[in-house]
């Protein structure tokens, strides 16, 4: 295995998250967060955070992100912006482009878009 700094986000308990859109739950809209949020769930539209976003591994996601740091174990369509760190692994699929400081993809994983590193 390998070493990637500002991993952390891999063993965040959900007591660190401040929202939660658990596996019942499809919501539709424009989600602006200044802490760390956890989608499990169905998300539709944009999503803003000054922090960390995960999506977990039976997420489904059709929406752009804008983030600190992004995390990707399920699937994403839309683009995906990390100010720090975009890591998909090898569970998670991407469907858009991306564009970050620092990028992981993990053999396995699903990516088809265009990548920026800024």
Do not use: H
Not at 9 to 17: C, I, L, V
């Amino acid at each position: 295995m390998f070493d990637v700094k500002d991993t952390d986000f891999f063993e965040m308990e959900d007591e660190a998250f401040d929202t939660i859109v658990e596996d019942d739950i499809f919501f539709k809209g424009t989600i602006k967060l200044k802490k760390p949020f956890l989608i499990r769930g169905k998300l539709e539209g944009k999503i803003f955070s000054d922090s960390d976003v995960v999506v977990d591994s039976n997420a489904i996601v059709n929406s752009d992100i804008e983030a600190s740091r992004v995390l990707v174990k399920g699937k994403v369509e839309g683009k995906i912006i990390g100010k720090e760190l975009i890591f998909v692994t090898s569970t998670g699929s991407v469907d858009g482009d991306i564009a970050t400081k620092k990028v992981v993809l993990e053999p396995g994983c699903i990516f088809t878009g265009k990548c920026s590193m800024v």
